[in-house]
Every structure is written in structure tokens, then in C-alpha cells.
């Protein structure tokens, strides 16, 4: 039952440019893990590792106890703008990762995934004709469908409206609750950290490395108002700043 | 109507024009010259567009491709395509191949050219998307880049078939003896000018219904597209 995701010692640089310096990150089964961050420490770059996307780099990113070493069908990535094929409708666009996408099977499988994501009435529509949060429903879909072991968020509801951000973190969340991936959410909205994460890791500034790790310890369902979710939330403010200032004195 | 500048051998009224047409049709002359030109173009487009997409696509599609047949493509499309007619005529010889060869040159350049250049614009960001899922190149091509450059092969599909009118009355002004581009010149030497403006009539109808068709045919399938040329009007 165990398939966790093990990153291990894994530097990365871009030319001279050293981008991730050295960072160890084990996510147990079906756990929920928040990455922050400050801009351009390469959380991006992270999830395009772990995804498979990018190979030159040192250290080991293993799922399941075996290397990732390309794109892997045990691991899903999902953008921070929905990327839709703009010619599919929204269940050829779910179906886009399937064996056989046109089969009984994928189609079962595609009204289920839409179902789980709110979009059952929209499945023949095109993406010109959606909302952004709608289109990036589907997106999550697309990604789930498949069944990853490891799903990868990188900021996904940034380019959205706050009332549909919290919308679309319930359907995360009932996503997750349906196919269990473990996932892994890049975000720059702590509210959003500490409301979906069961761990939230902090990376550094550039070289980056993990910085902290705050366990986010109530039960889901979640209370947005719950005042121990404030406080970690106040935590990871801090631990910010205090790594912004930490840089402002060392130059 | 005619009288004043030009005198009536110059420009024929109109009714001189209909009048010219229903005799060719009567002796079955307009319709084979129909018949003749349209299954050039036909012909000629067709074989042009074809390789116009084979090699579009490769390359488009493979950069060491494109290194090796751009530098010749690009020198080739300079010619001015006039000059392809000798040369076509000595080698192919006077019957249907130079023809239509010429036809297959003008529809090839606009299609290739458009293709070419969708390819390259298409989304870098939904080509990853594939990756992510390990499709293969060619599985790229397919599923991806060729739906996504469709509107730009489109639009050189709808140049090339321009091109083909274009080039067919160009390729039936020389040892020809049928069409309506060999109408024209017949009738210039004959100076049946009435003659001419039915050629001219003929092929300016044959060349919109072309492209009606092509449009028609671009609305269809490019439905999905989120553009102004698509809203509903
Ligand atoms: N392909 C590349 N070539 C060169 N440098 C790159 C490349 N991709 C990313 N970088 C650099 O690596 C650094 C990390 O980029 P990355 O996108 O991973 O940051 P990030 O943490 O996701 O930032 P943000 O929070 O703004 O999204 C940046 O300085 C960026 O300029
Ligand atoms: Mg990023």
C-alpha cells in the first residue's frame, strides 16, 4: 500500500547558475504536501524534475522505491494555466492521457473523473466556451484520470479569482478523497497552504534547500476560520521574512 | 454603355459576352474548357498540397530536416514562377505533365510556407503537456502539432488553391489546345475580345466558388477556435 515519493539530495543549476542546492523531501502515501517559497527558487523547476520533464540533474527522485528517469504514467502534472487543447471538448481533453482514449473504458473513466470534478453537464463543451475555473477543472481531471500515484500542482488556482480559488480547493479536496494520490502543491497563498497541506515545506532562497517543515495538524474537514490554521499561517509569514531579511543582511 | 473610350471591340457589352457564351456552349466548347481547366487545378493543387504537407511537416517538425531543404526551398521560391514554364516544357514535353507540374509549383509554396510557420508558432506549453504523458514524436505530431497549426494550413491551403487558378491560365498559354487559359489567348489572336471576357467571367466565378468552398470548409473545422473570425454572425 505504501508508494511514496522520495526526493533525495537532488541539486539542479541552470549553466553556472546553481537552482536547487541540495534538497531531500519524502512524502509518505496519499499525504498532501504544500511547497512554498520565494520566487525563483525553483519550485517549478522541482516539480518538472520529479515529473520526468528534465533529467540533467544530481541526487534521485524515486516513486514507489523505483527511479524516475522520463515522464512516468505514476506521475501527473498540473499547470498553473489549464492548458486545454483548444479542438478537444473537455472529455476528449480529460481522455488526452488514456491508453485509448476513444474505448468504453476511457469513457467510463472520463464521465467519472468530470463527474468528481462538477463538470458532468460540460463534457461535450469546448474550452472557448468555459470558464477559467471550469477549464481548470478539467485539468485536474485530465491529470487524475490516469490514476498517478504522485500528483504534481505547480501554483494551480493562482490565476484565479479568490471565490473560485476556495472553490476549486474543495474540489481538490474531494478529488483527493476519490483517488488518493499523494500530492505535491506548489502555491504562493498560505491560506491555501494550510488549509489543503497535512505538511508544508519551506524552501530557501536560491540555492534552494528546505528550510522548515510546519505539520498542519487538524482533522479535514477544515474550518478556514480555524484559529490553529491562522497561526501556522503567521508561522510561515514569519519564516519568510525572516529568510528575506536573512538575505537582505548578507548582501 | 461601351461607347466614348473604349470602342465595342475593346470592351463588348454584355449582352455581346452572353451571347458569345451560349454559342461556345452550344458547339460543347465552354464546357470542355471547363471540364479541362478545372481538372488541371484539381490535379495540380492536389499533387502540390500534398508534398506541400509531407515536407511541411518534416520540416517543420525536424530542425537537421529544415537545415538541409529550407536553403533550396527558400532559393527555389525566388524564381519568379513564369520562368518555371520553359523549363517545364523542355523537360516534361508539351501534353498535361508540364502543366500541371506548374499548377502542383503555385499551390505548393503558399501551402508549404503556411505550414511551416504554424508548426513553428505552435504552444510550446501544450506540446509538454504530451510529454508529461510520454507520447512519442510522432504521437506529437499527430495529436498535437497538426491540430494546433490546422488554421495556418488552412489559410495556405486557400493561397495554394489562388495560386493554382492562377498558374493553370499561365500553364495553358503555352502549346495548348484546350482550357480556358488557352480561350484567352485564341481569342486574343482571333480578336474575338467577346470570347475573352467569357474566359474571364468563367474563371473569376470558377476561382470564388473555390474558395467559398475552402471557407466553407475552414469554418467547419476550425469551429473551435476562439477567434473573431469565429463568432457567430
Ligand atoms: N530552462 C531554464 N533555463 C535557464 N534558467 C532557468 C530555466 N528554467 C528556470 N530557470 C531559472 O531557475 C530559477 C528557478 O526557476 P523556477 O521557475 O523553478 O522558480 P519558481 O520557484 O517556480 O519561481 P516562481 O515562484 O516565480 O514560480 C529561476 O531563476 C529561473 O530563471
Ligand atoms: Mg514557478
Given amino acids: 500500500m505504501s508508494r511514496p515519493?522520495?526526493?533525495?539530495?537532488?541539486?539542479?543549476?541552470?549553466?553556472?547558475?546553481?537552482?536547487?542546492?541540495?534538497?531531500?523531501?519524502?512524502?509518505?502515501?496519499?499525504?498532501?504536501?504544500?511547497?512554498?517559497?520565494?520566487?525563483?527558487?525553483?519550485?517549478?523547476t522541482l516539480l518538472r524534475l520529479i515529473a520526468g520533464l528534465d533529467t540533467h540533474y544530481a541526487g534521485e527522485i524515486s516513486v514507489d522505491g523505483s527511479v524516475i528517469c522520463g515522464p512516468d504514467p505514476r506521475v501527473g502534472l498540473v499547470f498553473q494555466e489549464p492548458r486545454l487543447f483548444p479542438w478537444l471538448t473537455l472529455a476528449q481533453n480529460v481522455a488526452f492521457g488514456l491508453h485509448d482514449p476513444d474505448g468504453a473504458e476511457a469513457?467510463?473513466?472520463?464521465?467519472?473523473?468530470?463527474?468528481?470534478?462538477?463538470?458532468?453537464?460540460?463534457?461535450?463543451?469546448?474550452?472557448?466556451?468555459?470558464?477559467?475555473?471550469?477549464a481548470q477543472r478539467a485539468a485536474l481531471a485530465r491529470a487524475l484520470v490516469t490514476e498517478p500515484q504522485v500528483l504534481l500542482l505547480d501554483e494551480p488556482f493562482s490565476s484565479l479569482d479568490a471565490f473560485t480559488r476556495m472553490k476549486l480547493q474543495d474540489h481538490l479536496l474531494a478529488a483527493w478523497q476519490r483517488y488518493r494520490p499523494t500530492l505535491v502543491l506548489v502555491t504562493h497563498d498560505l491560506d491555501e497552504a494550510v488549509y489543503l497541506a497535512d505538511r508544508v515545506v519551506l524552501l530557501s532562497e536560491r540555492p534552494s534547500r528546505v528550510q522548515d517543515v510546519l505539520r498542519v495538524a487538524p482533522a479535514r474537514p477544515r474550518d478556514r476560520r480555524d484559529p490553529s490554521l491562522l497561526g501556522l499561517r503567521v508561522a510561515l509569514l514569519e519564516a519568510l521574512h525572516l529568510e528575506r531579511g536573512a538575505v537582505g543582511a548578507a548582501s | 454603355m461601351s461607347a466614348g473610350i473604349f470602342d465595342p471591340y475593346q470592351l463588348p457589352p454584355p449582352l455581346l459576352v452572353a451571347e458569345a457564351a451560349v454559342s461556345l456552349w452550344r458547339r460543347g466548347l465552354l464546357q470542355s474548357d471547363i471540364a479541362i481547366t478545372c481538372l488541371r487545378v484539381l490535379e495540380g493543387f492536389a499533387i502540390g498540397s500534398v508534398f506541400a504537407v509531407l515536407l511541411g511537416t518534416v520540416t517543420g517538425f525536424w530542425r537537421r530536416a529544415e537545415e538541409a531543404l529550407e536553403p533550396t526551398l527558400q532559393a527555389l521560391r525566388t524564381v519568379p514562377t513564369l520562368a518555371w514554364a520553359p523549363l517545364l516544357l523542355l523537360w516534361l514535353g508539351i501534353d498535361e505533365a508540364p502543366k500541371i507540374a506548374l499548377v502542383a509549383i503555385g499551390a505548393f509554396f503558399p501551402v508549404y510556407v503556411n505550414l511551416v510557420a504554424g508548426i513553428k508558432g505552435v504552444d510550446r506549453k501544450l506540446i509538454e503537456v504530451a510529454r508529461v504523458y510520454n507520447l512519442s514524436d510522432l504521437q506529437i505530431a499527430r495529436r498535437v502539432v497538426l491540430p494546433?497549426?490546422?488554421?495556418?494550413?488552412?489559410?495556405?491551403?486557400?493561397?495554394?488553391?489562388?495560386?493554382?487558378?492562377?498558374?493553370?491560365v499561365v500553364a495553358e498559354f503555352f502549346g495548348s489546345t484546350q482550357g480556358l487559359g488557352f480561350r484567352l489567348t485564341d481569342s486574343q489572336l482571333t480578336t474575338r475580345v467577346d470570347l475573352m471576357f467569357v474566359a474571364l467571367v468563367v474563371l473569376a466565378i470558377l476561382g470564388k466558388i473555390t474558395d467559398s468552398i475552402l471557407r466553407v470548409v475552414e469554418r467547419r473545422l476550425l469551429s473551435w477556435r476562439d477567434t473573431l473570425g469565429q463568432m457567430p454572425s
Avoid: N, Y
Fill in chain 1, 107 to 134: 469513457r467510463r473513466l472520463v464521465a467519472d473523473a468530470l463527474a468528481v470534478m462538477g463538470l458532468a453537464s460540460f463534457a461535450h463543451a469546448l474550452p472557448k466556451h468555459v470558464s477559467g475555473g471550469m
Fill in chain 2, 148 to 168: 494546433a497549426s490546422l488554421p495556418d494550413l488552412l489559410t495556405g491551403l486557400r493561397l495554394g488553391a489562388t495560386q493554382a487558378w492562377l498558374f493553370v
Fill in chain 1, 5 to 44: 515519493l522520495a526526493v533525495s539530495a537532488v541539486r539542479k543549476r541552470f549553466g553556472d547558475v546553481p537552482v536547487i542546492g541540495g534538497v531531500d523531501i519524502g512524502v509518505p502515501a496519499g499525504e498532501i504536501l504544500a511547497l512554498v517559497g520565494p520566487s525563483g527558487c525553483g519550485k517549478s
